[in-house]
C-alpha cells in the first residue's frame, strides 16, 4: 500500500523559509517520481516541483521563480521542498504526489490529474 505522509506545514511571515518533507512508503523509489503540488482557497491544484529518483531529475513550475527547491533526504528517506522569500500568494495546502514510471517529468509535473498516490497535504499560511 502506498503511503504519501507531508509535513513542514504552518504559519509563517512573507519573506521567510520554509521546508517541506514527503515520506513514502509502499513504493519502489528507484523508478518512481514524486511530485509536489499546491492547491490555494478556491484555485485549481497545480504542480509547484517533481522529482524522478532513477536520474534525479527535476522539474519546475515557471511560476515559482526559482525560490522553491526539491532535493532528495537520503538519510530520512523524505523528498523535501525548500522555500525562501514566502508570500501571501504561496499561501496554500501542498500535496505529495507519486507516480511510477514517468518518462517526459516536466509533462507529468504540470498535470495533477497525471498522478496516481496522493497524501493528506500540509497547510502553509503565509501572513504578518
Known amino acids: 500500500q502506498v503511503q504519501l505522509v507531508e509535513s513542514g506545514g504552518g504559519l509563517v511571515q512573507p519573506g521567510n523559509s520554509l521546508r517541506l518533507s514527503c515520506a513514502p512508503s509502499?513504493?519502489?523509489?528507484?523508478?518512481?517520481?514524486i511530485g509536489w503540488f499546491r492547491q490555494a482557497p478556491g484555485k485549481e491544484r497545480e504542480g509547484v516541483a517533481c522529482?524522478?529518483?532513477?536520474?534525479?531529475?527535476?522539474s519546475y513550475a515557471d511560476s515559482i521563480l526559482g525560490r522553491f527547491t526539491i532535493s532528495r533526504d537520503n538519510a530520512k528517506n523524505t523528498l523535501d521542498l525548500q522555500i525562501n522569500n514566502l508570500q501571501a500568494d504561496d499561501t496554500a495546502v501542498y500535496y505529495c504526489a507519486a507516480h511510477r514510471a514517468v518518462v517526459k517529468l516536466n509533462v507529468y509535473c504540470a498535470n495533477p490529474k497525471n498522478w496516481n498516490y496522493w497524501g493528506k497535504g500540509t497547510l502553509v499560511t503565509v501572513s504578518s
Open positions: 509502499g513504493i519502489t523509489l528507484d523508478d518512481s517520481a
Open positions: 522529482f524522478r529518483y532513477a536520474d534525479n531529475k527535476t
